[in-house]
Structure formats: C-alpha cells, structure tokens
C-alpha cells in the first residue's frame, strides 16, 4: 500500500504468487511508470490468477485525458475477464478520470465493475450521482476520511483502507454501522461518534508517509515485520511516532468505553 514503486517486478510477481498460495482472495494493485510495464503487470497478475484488479493511472508527465484513456484501454484489454477497479486520485496522480470516460471504457470492457474515488467529498458525491443509474457498477471509498459520507449519504459498497490495516475490528465495526445508518437513527449516531473518535488517525490515510505511519502502528500493535522500509532512510521522527503511539492509546480507551463496540 502506497509502496509499489520500490517493488521490484520479480517482488511483484513473488508477493501475488505467495498470497495465493496462502488461498487469501485478492485483488492486485497496478501501477507503472508507463503503460508497457503496467500491462507486463496485469498479464503476470492474471496469470497468477489474481482475483481482481485495481488499475492506476499512468504515472508520467502525460495527464491528458487521452493519453490516460488509451492507458486504461489497454490495461482493461490485458486484464481478459479479470474484474478491475479504477482507481481515481488526482491529488496523488495529478490525473482525475471523468465518469463519462469510465463509461465509454466500460461500455467495451464490461469487466471494469468499480470506481474506487479519493478525490474527496464533492467528487464522492458526483460520482454517486453518477453511477446510481448503473446497478451493475460499484463505487469505493478511497480515503479513510471519507467513509462515513461514502457510505451513508453515497452509497458506497467498498472501501480500499489503510486504518484497518492496524484495527480491523474497529473500521468493520464502522461499516457495519455506516451502512445501518443509512436508514436507521440510532446507528447513524454511533457511526457518527465512531467516525470522530477514529479521524485523527483516519487523517494520517490522506499524508505522504501514510506507509511509515501505518508500519509504526502495526509495530506499536505487536506485529512483527513492519520495521523495515523502503527507501532505508525513511523514518518518522521521535515525537512522530511519540505522537501516533498516543493517538493509538487515546482511541484503545475510549473504545473500552463506547457503548457502541459490540
């Protein structure tokens, strides 16, 4: 997650090959410098029998949409019928695809299924407007921030998160209520409540070094393997990791006394 460009391809190919082996469904981020290498990706993910697909845009200086639409096409033309999700965060790629382009690519691919947004709360809720009038296609959160309002007042069906990573229980918990409060008052307010309590690390999801927050979270929660990073040199401060520790603290008592964590 947020790490893939210092994967090298046999990595690539090795970590899908061991996950599957583990029976663990699936779904293989793809992202490339150009189009060649990110279709060389796609055809190693499905021969590997990846589950799914999450396609990124092409990263160069190349933006244009046009460019991107023919990155897209062809990625989904190397996928055959595996299931894929763009992937749509113009604050990171500088790239934002417009429904109607997903649209057309899907109207030729119909095994694109998903539109994972992380461009905010206005885009989340354009594309839901949008996509309402497309059963068959899925809309994804792709900001921890933005799960309450994906889900509750977007209707989003899946979420691709970085907090959960180190507490599972507690962002299922969040989903569960997010989606019973759509209709139902009483969950709407837990949601809300769990929602707040759950930001301040939700907002670490949104900065640059997501990956070293997240691997000194896992550390911090007594998981072993996470010490080590790519580049070597990347590390958080002291006071960092003495500010993430007192976060994780923060949100463990306050769980211990929620009436709403069962």
Known sequence: MGNWQYLSFDEF????????????????????????????RVRTAVDLRADALMLLPAITGLTAGEFQEHHFATLLLAAGNTPCIVYNNPNAYGFSMPTSMFHRLRATHPHLVAFKESGGKDALTAAAQDFSQDRDCELGVGLDTMVYHGVVNCGASFCIAGVANFLPRECLRLWELCEAGRTDADSRRLARELDEALMPLFELDADPRLVLWYKAAMTYRGHDGYVDHRPSYARLTEPQVGHLRRLLDDFDAWWKTWEGAE
Request: charged share 25%; proline share 4%.
């Open 13 to 40: 190919r090795t970590g899908i090959s061991r996950l599957k082996e583990e029976g663990i469904p699936l779904i293989v981020g793809v992202g490339a410098l150009n189009t060649s290498e990110a279709e060389q």
